[in-house]
């Protein structure tokens, strides 16, 4: 991927999810108010309810839930025939002050990750981490997972993937990674909303995909269901860009 077209995926991505698609209808609306008011008036009604909706408990649970196609491992379930443990990368937090200003990995970083420790000491199998940069200048997200899984877990990966910048990406440089290796069947660690798209990816790539899903799905019920957050509208905004990327990765890739 070129950073002409990654540019331009987060651009219109972040016009299709909201609340950019709702600025953007909410701007439509005020451009046609001198020539259509009834018009006008019913776009930007609908801007404004749809960002109350995206932004309840009750909505952002039904559109994550309706990603969730893989169920989470038992504790019992058998890795015996898989090869690695792969953990992709989920972003990354610039300039914590409580890290000396250092960038360090996001919180949904950190929940795959922890996830990926547990498989690992359960069963002994070795880590890839993937993810490389995105717009910054700074350090990989390979390199910030591994940081973690050195100084918080104390555990090092055996296999670093630090070139990628999407998820299909991540799947082409570890699956060049493990072919060397030798390993042709993973245990995938991603977040349940990602992982259809996931593991579609890497078995494009000719590997065989045991999913080990992060699922959150503790959503709020009763009348806080439909008390606005941000982030309820953040999970909202997260399952949009995921069934939109369903949509967008058999054309491209």
Known sequence: MSTIEFLLVKVLSSMVVPPGSNIILALLGLLLLPFARRVAALVVLVAVTSLYAFSTALVAGALERSLYEHPALS????????????????????????????????????????????????????????????????????????????????????????????????????????????????????????????????ERQGLTVAPAPVVTGNFSSGVNAFRPGAGALAVSAYAIHEHVGRLWYPLRY
């Open 75 to 202: 504790p019992g379930t058998e890795l015996s025939a898989v090869g690695a443990i792969v953990v992709l990368g989920a972003g990354s937090y610039p300039g914590r002050l409580d890290y000396d200003g250092r960038v360090t990995a996001s919180g949904w970083t950190l929940e795959r990750l922890r996830h990926a420790v547990s498989l690992h000491r359960r069963t002994g199998l070795p880590l890839l981490v993937a993810g490389g940069l995105g717009l910054s200048d700074g350090p990989t997200e390979a390199e910030l997972m591994t940081r973690s899984l050195e100084n918080d877990f104390g555990i090092a990966p055996v296999f670093v993937e630090s070139r990628s910048r999407n998820t299909a990406e991540n799947a082409v440089y570890s699956a060049a990674l493990l072919a060397e290796a030798g390993i042709t069947r993973i245990a995938l660690v991603t977040h349940a909303t990602h992982m259809s798209r996931a593991v579609g990816a890497f």
